[in-house]
């Protein structure tokens, strides 16, 4: 299904090149060249049935001038085209991951079934209970890793088991079984043989059957047919070949899901790999796949999904994230099925995985602080951050001094503090003097403050009936504590011209400002004084009711001179027929 809407999406974004290369050159046989530039640049398939049209950007260039350079159509109409291939591609990687998702979830659910927890539990020792300290957890983990699997042939062949219907009436009795995930573990079990993937699912079936609270890590790979892309990636494993890596065994290299089981004594979860037996060292888990990890999601018992790519990923606070979709979209994408905030067990997990980053080493190359979530280098500030003063540092990386993330403040012009309602004195030391934006001529450079030297705005107090004004005659009100004291905002509709009528001083709010070829103010609504605000407001409701009287009158005049119009058109056509024709039937 999803390789059918991905291709869909390509033709769509085929059509759009298409078209956009016919306006471009104005030509019906530009058209037929469109058509043979996207034939020539559809590419293999990749693992998962994506297609690779899109991605493909060997092309032949577009002929360039005697001096040259492309013109500046053509050039525009590629940036165009690039843009909307590398957009396709960012669709296509969201696609499959909600695709991966959707199948971590719907397989977890399967580990629910009564009967499949009955025949795994009925494996198991009767000695064995679902007792959630660390200790029986260990337990339970080892006899799994050290008696259970040896009895399973666990294959490198992770085809999908056919469904047979003539079964002989072993998984008869499933229930529900849509998709036939139930059955197919079910066979596993009585076949004791089975993909790595399926016996953590069959581990995880075992231990919600032992009453324990178990869920399931996949570790999900996305496919981004984007060239630059899959560069990027390949180069975030320089360094690390896990592939020929000795140390690691050759089932962990096999293995793309885990389980984790939730300690109540210790109050968090405890990471279980069934395959090497190793038990609350999540360090372990990482070096044991094919690809760096850039997502894990967690499907526990109540199918909750959580994101746990934190606990588990090495360069979560430095190359992870880069290497992510868009994190409002992660968040938002799986906010429907994350586990109510009411879950004491959700505030925990996210506080221990922070403290897991803090407590560790800090790192020792300097590129990993560049977007560092918890550390800082003064050589990676931006144009507009600086480190507070007095700020701790925390360590040091060869020879320069590390600071927590939270010392970096963001800095602004005396103009910007203003609109965050802030006032810079005018004896403050600038803490930066970088280059201006403004398109003014006279302006090079600008002077950045830090809110450590600023104060709350003062407004100025209205007397006498009268609002304080700026010089140019308005109220700046870009914050609400703006507001000049004793007077009142007023945002009606009209409300303007109805206090020109009445006489009252007023004055107009500006609440930002819209930046083009030049700054134009937004205005919102008038300020006027408090003691005028009640009859103002009584005047404006009567001026509205008087309006939708006038404008039922003039609705009313446009109908009746529409019927006298008619009306008159009715008799112009009959004075004609009479006087002109001696057939009435000749004039229609």
Not at 210 to 219: E, I, M, N, T, Y
Not at 502 to 523: C, E, Q, T
Request: charged content about 25%.
């Amino acid at each position: 299904c999803l390789q059918r809407e991905s291709m869909g999406d390509c033709s769509a974004g085929d059509d759009d090149i298409r078209q956009l290369l016919a306006e471009g050159e104005g030509d019906d046989d530009d058209m037929v060249a469109a058509d043979e530039y996207d034939r020539a640049a559809a590419g293999p398939q990749v693992s998962g049935g994506f297609s690779m049209a899109m991605a493909a950007s060997a092309a032949a260039p577009p002929p360039v001038e005697s001096g040259g350079k492309r013109p500046a159509e053509e050039a525009e109409l590629e940036r165009a085209i690039g843009r909307m291939r590398r957009e396709l591609c960012r669709e296509i990687e969201k696609a499959h991951f909600v695709c991966l998702v959707c199948n971590a979830f719907v397989t977890s659910r399967c580990c629910n079934s009564p009967v499949l927890q009955v025949l795994l539990t009925s494996l198991a020792p009767a000695t064995f209970t679902g007792e959630s300290a660390l200790r029986n957890v260990k337990k339970v983990a080892a006899w799994i890793t050290e008696t259970l699997r040896p009895q399973f042939t666990i294959s490198s062949d992770d085809a999908v088991t056919v469904i047979d219907e003539s079964d002989d009436g072993y998984t008869a009795s499933l229930g529900e079984d849509p998709y036939g995930l139930v059955a197919d573990h079910v066979r596993a079990v009585r076949d004791r043989a089975c993909p790595p993937h399926m016996f953590v699912y069959l581990a995880c079936a075992l231990l919600r059957g032992l009453g324990l609270a178990c869920r399931v890590v996949r570790a999900l790979e996305p496919v981004n047919p984007d060239k630059k892309i899959a560069v990027k990636r390949r180069k975030s494993e320089a360094g690390t070949d896990r592939s020929r890596d000795p140390s690691v065994p050759d089932a962990a290299r096999q293995q793309f899901a885990w389980l984790e089981v939730y300690s109540t004594p210790q109050k968090r979860w405890v990471t279980i790999d069934v395959h090497s037996g190793a038990v609350d060292e999540p360090a372990k888990i990482e070096p044991g796949l094919p690809f760096p990890l850039r997502y894990a999601i967690a499907v526990d018992e109540h199918e909750h999904v959580v994101d746990v790519t934190g606990r588990y990923a090495k360069g979560w606070l430095s190359t992870t994230k880069k290497l992510r979709l868009d994190p409002a979209w992660l968040q938002a994408t799986i906010a429907p099925l994350a586990p109510p905030q009411t879950d004491a067990r959700v505030a925990s997990e996210r506080a221990q995985i922070d403290a897991m980053h803090v407590a560790a080493a800090l790192p020792s190359a300097l590129a990993a602080y560049k977007d560092n979530d918890l550390y800082a280098l003064e050589r990676f500030l931006r144009k507009y951050e600086a480190i507070k003063p007095d700020s701790k540092v925390m360590g040091y990386c060869r020879g320069e001094a590390v600071y927590a993330r939270d010392s970096i403040a963001t800095l602004h012009t005396r103009q910007q503090w203003y609109m965050l309602g802030f006032d810079v004195p005018e004896e403050a030391v600038p803490v930066k003097n970088v280059k201006s934006y403004s398109k003014k001529e006279d302006i090079d450079t600008v002077d950045l403050f830090g809110e450590w030297q600023t104060k709350p705005y003062q407004a100025m107090a209205a007397a006498n009936g009268k609002v304080p004004r700026n010089k140019f005659g308005n109220v700046d009100l870009f914050v609400p504590g703006m507001l000049p004291r004793g007077t009142v905002h007023l945002r009606q509709d009209g409300i303007a011209r109805v206090a020109r009528e009445l006489g009252i001083d007023h004055a107009v709010a500006v609440v930002g400002f819209s930046h083009g070829a030049r700054d134009v103010p937004l205005k919102d609504g008038i300020v006027v004084c408090a003691e005028h605000v009640d009859a103002l407001v009584a005047a404006w409701e009567q001026h509205q009711l008087l309006s939708e009287d006038s404008e039922v009158r003039a609705t009313t005049r446009r109908a009746v001179a529409n019927w006298a119009k008619l009306a008159r058109g009715l008799l112009v056509k009959d004075y004609v027929r009479a006087r002109h024709f001696s057939d009435p039937s000749d004039l229609s």
